[in-house]
């Protein structure tokens, strides 16, 4: 069966590292997105790319970048770690992007930053 | 300033009452999406509206969209402790641009 994992699902690290958190769907989706998910804000989107090598800013992108080398993988990297990016990462894929399109998450990613 | 506001936030009830919740915007939507989310999981999709004025069945839940495509409503009949979650509602816009989600409302059904 087709899925999206993300990894790891729990994740440490300390303020002023860089971070990458790895998303993966077998869907063969062209579109994938990245949302944080924190109490007070519901889900906010990251980054997203609807394409190889295509990548766009969402509304918290500051401190965070992607890169889109093939369909199947997205990866978050926070350049250097602080403490106001810890929260709960979410990975999403679909086959459109804006009506219509379901989109498929990943089971999230814990990220604590000390 | 948030799209989508969904209201209650939070809604604790007892096993086999009725509720509803609500999405509401200022903004047209091409389509309406509810999504739940159990702890610990990530958002699974339960159903899209397109067409303003349109109503869904799925079981005991009944979903709604305004006739304005506005707003969304997610009413849910006898609620059961498996019906507790996070109820996300996200809107779709024409054109190739990213959902946008609500804040959710987090249900809690006591047994």
């Known amino acids: 069966d087709a899925e999206i994992t993300q990894s790891p699902r729990h994740k440490i690290t300390e303020t002023g590292r860089q971070v990458t958190l790895a998303c993966h769907q077998t869907?063969?989706?062209?579109?994938m997105f990245w949302y944080r998910q924190d109490l007070g804000h519901g889900l906010r989107l990251i980054h997203y790319?609807?394409?190889?090598?295509?990548?766009n800013k969402g509304e918290v992108s500051d401190g965070y970048s992607v890169s889109r080398s093939n369909t199947e993988d997205l990866p978050l990297t926070l350049e250097s770690a602080a403490s106001s990016q810890t929260s709960v990462y979410f990975c999403?894929?679909?086959?459109?992007?804006?009506?219509?399109?379901?989109?498929?998450f990943g089971q999230g990613t814990r990220l604590t930053v000390v | 300033t948030q799209l989508l506001e969904q209201s209650p936030q939070f809604l604790s009830i007892q096993e086999g009452e009725n509720l509803t919740v609500y999405c509401n915007s200022s903004s047209v939507f091409s389509s309406l999406q509810w999504y739940r989310q159990e702890p610990g999981e990530g958002p699974v999709l339960l159903v899209t509206v397109v067409t303003g004025g349109e109503v869904k069945k799925l079981k005991r839940l009944t979903f709604q969209f305004g006739d304005a495509r506005k707003d969304s409503s997610l009413h849910i009949t006898a609620a059961q402790p498996g019906d507790t979650g996070l109820y996300l509602c996200a809107g779709g816009r024409s054109g190739n641009t990213p959902l946008v989600f609500g804040k959710g409302t987090r249900l809690s059904v006591i047994a």
């Open positions: 999403a894929s679909s086959a459109g992007a804006g009506m219509n399109t379901e989109a498929f």
């Open positions: 790319s609807y394409g190889v090598h295509d990548t």
């Open positions: 869907w063969n989706h062209n579109n």
